[in-house]
C-alpha cells in the first residue's frame, strides 16, 4: 500500500492508535459526510496525542494517491489517503471485517474502525456517529 504521497505505508498501529475509513472518492454521501465528520472530531485532540486517520480506498482503479491527496484536501489532508494492489485492499477490508470481498465499489462498509496502538480493533462506530462520540473513542484509543 503506498499514502497519498506516493510512498510505502504500513498500517501498522503506531503509538496512538490509528482510524480507518473504507471507501472512494467518487463516493456522492456517506464518505464525504462521514470524512467531514472525523475531521471535525481530530480538531478535539491535542495534535500530539491524536492517532493516525486513513482513508482507505476500495477503488484502487481510480483512486491513485493524487487523486486522494486532492480529494482529502477539503479535509485539509488530517486524514491520510491509502490506496495499492486491489489484493491487499481487499485483505484488509476482509481482516476488518467489513465485507466478503464481493461488493461494488459503490457498495461499501463506511464504519470508522478504531484501531489500538497493538493493532487491535478497539472500536467500530457507525457512519451516523457525532464528531464528539468520535472524539471521545479516539481519546480512549490513546489512553
Not at 495534535?47 to 493516525?52: A, E, F, L, M, Y
Not at 488530517?78 to 484488509?92: D, N, R, S, V, Y
Not at 464481493?102 to 480493533?121: C, N, P
Amino acid at each position: 500500500m503506498v499514502d497519498d504521497r506516493g510512498a510505502l505505508l504500513r498500517l501498522d498501529a503506531p503509538a496512538h492508535g490509528e482510524v480507518l475509513v473504507l471507501g472512494y472518492t467518487r463516493c456522492t454521501d456517506e464518505c464525504p459526510l462521514t470524512l467531514a465528520k472525523l475531521a471535525l472530531a481530530l480538531r478535539g485532540l491535542a495534535p500530539g496525542t491524536r492517532p493516525s486517520a486513513y482513508f482507505v480506498t476500495i477503488d484502487p482503479t481510480h483512486d491513485d494517491p493524487h487523486t486522494m491527496r486532492r480529494y482529502l484536501s477539503a479535509w485539509n489532508n488530517a486524514i491520510i489517503g491509502a490506496t495499492g494492489a486491489p489484493e491487499a485492499l481487499k485483505a484488509l477490508a476482509l481482516a476488518l471485517g467489513a465485507g466478503d470481498g464481493s461488493r461494488e465499489a459503490r457498495d461499501h462498509d463506511t464504519r470508522l474502525f478504531i484501531v489500538d496502538r497493538y493493532g487491535a480493533v478497539r472500536e467500530e462506530l457507525q457512519p451516523d456517529t457525532t464528531p464528539d462520540t468520535i472524539t471521545r473513542a479516539l481519546r480512549a484509543v490513546t489512553t
